[in-house]
Nanobody, 124 residues
Framework: EVQLVESGGGTVQPGGSMRLSCAGS????????IAWFRQAPGKEREGISC????????MYERSVEGRFVISSDKDKKTVYLQMNSLKPEDTAVYYC?????????????????WGQGTQVTVSS
């Protein structure tokens, strides 16, 4: 059984940076995609970035492109989300999720395994 654990959330001032980690266990053979989603209060959960284990292809949602960087360490079975130039509207619970596929997508329908989430608050 795949388990995902997020870490690295907290509070940061606008313009600051933060790095989230998603540690996976139970990952054996086969290609997979890890994606980051977030859900702000009163809003639907949205996919913001994903990375494929097969070729390292990545994708970003428009509101974070150029500010966030997704990367992976296969030896540590960990995916990172480096968040720069943070804005108050980035405040949300951030989740990582896994899809058994080589195709990077950002819709939650395609993801079967989820972490518990970590709170990110951007506030002065």
């Amino acid at each position: 059984e795949v388990q995902l654990v997020e870490s690295g959330g907290g509070t940061v001032q606008p313009g600051g940076s933060m790095r989230l980690s998603c540690a996976g266990s139970g990952l054996t053979i086969g290609d997979y995609v890890i994606a980051w989603f977030r859900q702000a209060p009163g809003k639907e959960r949205e996919g913001i970035s994903c990375i494929s284990s097969a070729e390292g292809d990545s994708m970003y949602e428009r509101s974070v492109e150029g500010r966030f960087v997704i990367s992976s360490d296969k030896d540590k079975k960990t995916v990172y989300l480096q968040m720069n130039s943070l804005k108050p509207e980035d405040t949300a619970v951030y989740y990582c999720a896994l899809r058994r596929s080589s195709n990077c997508v950002l819709h939650e329908y395609w993801f079967a395994s989820w972490g518990q989430g970590t709170q990110v608050t951007v506030s002065s």
